[in-house]
């Protein structure tokens, strides 16, 4: 079951922060986040584990909260180059290898 | 650096046709997965591999099988086309179970008319 990404697209003007959410009715092992721009292939931007920790990527930050199975992904001071899809993918269970992805959020940059 | 290919990048079958789509990475990863991309739907999960001759059904496997051979191949056999299985096919490969990044190939544009 894929989990649910909020919202489904976003506008923001160069130097705005956003918020993408991701939440999943299973318990969760893992987190994942990944960007793809149009044309090209999904590329990873980082991975949160059970624990609850937040993790930092240039100005992209994540959270990961285990007990309401849900993931933030933060973008701040926006750029023009964090435009295209983001998607989350989840892990349920340590011994799991099915990764499992939303239906994505675009992020449209503008000057 | 990780590489994972897809043996075409556009692709164009009739239906009823059987065909085979080919992934290969280069970094010995144990896990291999399979998605369809369609426009509002996202990645869709259709088959994984976590080792040789191992598969499981993702979310989609109707219409759909697998087969790994070698650590390093990953095929998705469509037994007989579609024009519903017109579709962007990606393929990924991890290095172990759940908490490890995944790599995509560029994907495979495949139209069956």
């Known amino acids: 079951q894929q989990p649910v990404q909020s919202p489904q697209a976003v506008i923001l003007r160069e130097g705005e922060d956003a918020v993408i959410n991701c939440s999943s009715s299973k318990a969760l092992y893992s987190v994942h986040w990944y960007r793809q721009k149009h044309g090209e292939a999904p590329v990873f931007l980082m991975i949160?584990?059970?624990?609850?920790e937040q993790k930092g990527h240039d100005k992209i930050s994540a959270s990961f909260n285990e007990k309401k199975q849900q993931s933030s992904l933060y973008l701040t001071a926006s750029q023009l180059s964090y435009s295209g899809t983001y998607f989350c993918?989840?892990?349920?269970?340590?011994?799991?290898?099915?990764?499992?992805f939303g239906k994505g959020t675009k992020l449209s940059v503008i000057p | 650096d990780v590489k994972v290919t897809q043996s075409s990048r556009y692709l164009v079958k009739r239906t009823g046709e059987k065909v085979f789509l080919e992934c290969v990475q280069d970094m010995d990863h144990e896990n291999m997965f399979w998605y369809r991309q369609d426009p509002g739907l996202g990645l869709r999960l259709i088959y994984f591999s976590y080792d040789v001759k191992m598969k499981e059904k993702g979310d989609i496997p109707e219409g759909y099988s697998v087969s790994r051979e070698k650590k390093e191949r990953f095929s998705l056999i469509l037994e007989s086309a579609s024009t519903n299985q017109t579709s962007m096919y990606l393929c990924?490969?991890?290095?172990?179970?759940?908490?490890?990044?995944?790599?995509f190939g560029q994907g495979t544009r495949l139209t069956v008319v």
């Open positions: 993918g989840t892990v349920s269970g340590a011994g799991s290898y099915q990764l499992t």
């Open positions: 949160l584990l059970k624990g609850g």
């Open positions: 990924a490969s991890s290095l172990y179970q759940g908490n490890t990044e995944a790599f």
